[in-house]
């Protein structure tokens, strides 16, 4: 029996060149990697259905229902991460169990650092962004486009990711090829697709940062 998991932002056209970047070596080895997720969830977001705020229905907040996906490309294209400290919180005045803020340092086992800020409480959705310092080069996702930053903040375009009618633009739009992906390794016996174990660690990750974040503390990976 074949699971799919669906972790579509891994086959944005933007991260596919930004992980064959990294994995080449051509710019060095990664120093730090930053994800940043500047949402906002009204009120009625969480009175219209009761549940997304109570840790028994919804099992979190921003990281578990709209960071997961930016919290999974961090891993996947720093790669393993040993320990974190981090903080949740809740910014707004909702009357919500669930975290709506979140911040967290990573170590990663290459050595690189990584900074992760995920929020409900901008003033509207904003693209997603990815970082990577390598020590050549640093490179920039943002609104559907990988970017190389210069030593004078100029922004040199490497690659953009096309933007479907009707698709909202920061939640990413490889779907459709998640699932092609998907349904030919399913006719043809294939082993191309994201399979349940690529996912436990970023549960294992979402897990770390409520408990560093209980504790006030750097803990290992669990």
């Known amino acids: 029996m074949k699971i799919c998991i669906c972790l579509q932002n891994r086959m944005n056209e933007t991260t596919v060149e930004l992980k064959r970047i990294i994995d080449s070596g051509e710019y060095g080895r990664l120093i730090g990697l930053r994800g940043f997720v500047p949402w906002y969830r009204d009120p009625e977001y969480y ?22 996906h ?28 669930v975290e709506g ?16 800020f995920a929020t409900n409480n901008n003033w509207t959705n904003e693209s997603v962004q990815i970082r990577a310092a390598l020590e050549k080069g640093i490179f920039h996702i943002e609104d559907n486009t990988l970017y190389r930053i210069g030593p004078d903040s100029s922004r040199q375009v490497i690659c953009r990711a096309p933007r479907y009618e009707g698709v909202r633009f920061y939640y990413g739009a490889s779907h459709a090829k998640m699932v092609e992906r998907f349904r030919l390794a399913v006719e043809t016996g294939g082993d191309d697709y994201v399979h349940v174990r690529d996912a436990v660690m970023v549960i294992r990750l979402m897990e770390t940062i409520f408990q560093s974040a209980k504790e006030d503390r750097l803990i290992g990976v669990l």
């Open 101 to 116: 803020d979140v911040a967290a340092r990573m170590e990663f086992r290459n050595g690189a650092r990584g900074l992760f």
């Open 47 to 68: 009175s219209r259905k009761p549940w997304r705020g109570t840790w028994a229905e919804a099992g979190g907040g921003s990281m578990i229902n709209q960071s997961l």
């Open 70 to 97: 930016t919290l999974d490309l961090m891993y996947y294209l720093g790669g393993e991460v040993d320990r974190i400290h981090a903080m949740t919180g809740q910014l707004n005045d909702y009357g919500i169990e």
